[in-house]
């Protein structure tokens, strides 16, 4: 009997869109096609250092030592899978999703199991067409090492998975399973949660910055010329404004849209007590924000 072990390993998770309706249409085209690209994929694979685990039906497995070798790999085949598809009819094109996750996981002779498995899985589902969806453990150790960009996606609730796992998409162009179709009346695409990029957190922390000093340097003027008004109170409700907003950006605890629309709402209820005159007026527009972030929750994923 083979000896079970652990080891800390980056699982390659890859399956193909649409692969039941593929073969209900062309079988034998079909399987010819899922081989001619599985190939391709495990040469790159084991060009980039990485073993082909297990493949089934249209899903394949692998691992790799290198986390930035996994990902690596994954664009390669993306590329060299997108350049065999643009010969082929739209309808014929065979598109794989990717998911890769750095965890431990449980050996046993050459297969390999374990939740490291199962979120490698589960980020492939949630992968586009031709994309390539990775965990925040990979993201950590690739995004200053791999020249591509990378789109936040949020914390992903995934089936039999006790925490939400934080994942980003990586940007690798249009990856669509078909390109926009000249008609008369198009049709309105279904339109999905616009990822959050994480290039420009470094310059939101120094605009919040520059807005503290500017907020300091107009509170001190104020007081300086202090003649009974207090007119500060207006641009630092503005700058406390735009700050709450930074932080909703670079938060990744509570829903942007819910954490934004609470935001307005305080700023509202302020203005309405800054200029107090007997009516409390904003429970009105609050009562909206409040409509709006329960549907907002009722909705999310």
Known sequence: MSETQRKLTTIFAADVQDYTRMMGEDEEGTLAMLKHYRDAMSRLIASHGGRVVNTWGDGLLADFPSVVEAVRAAIDVQNELAGKNAARPMDGRMLFRIGINLGDVIVEGEDIYGDGVNIAARLQASAPAGGIVISNTVYDQVRNKVAVGFDFLGALEMKNIADAVPSYAVRIG?????????????????????PRSVAPRGRLRKLGGILAVIGAMILIINIATWEG?????????????????????????????????????????????????????????????????????????
Do not use: C, Y
């Open 174 to 194: 249009a990856v669509g399973p078909e390109p926009q179709k000249p008609a008369a009346a198009p049709e309105r695409p279904v339109e999905m949660p616009k």
């Open 229 to 301: 008004e207090f007119w500060a109170v207006w641009p630092l409700l503005a700058f406390a404004f735009v700050a709450a907003m930074i932080w909703v950006r670079m938060q990744d605890r509570f829903d942007h849209r819910v954490a934004a629309l609470a935001v307005i709402g305080v700023g509202i209820v302020a203005i309405n007590m800054l200029t107090w005159h007997g009516t409390f007026w904003a429970i009105w527009p609050m009562l909206g924000l409040s409509v709006a972030a329960g549907i907002r929750w009722a909705m999310r994923d």
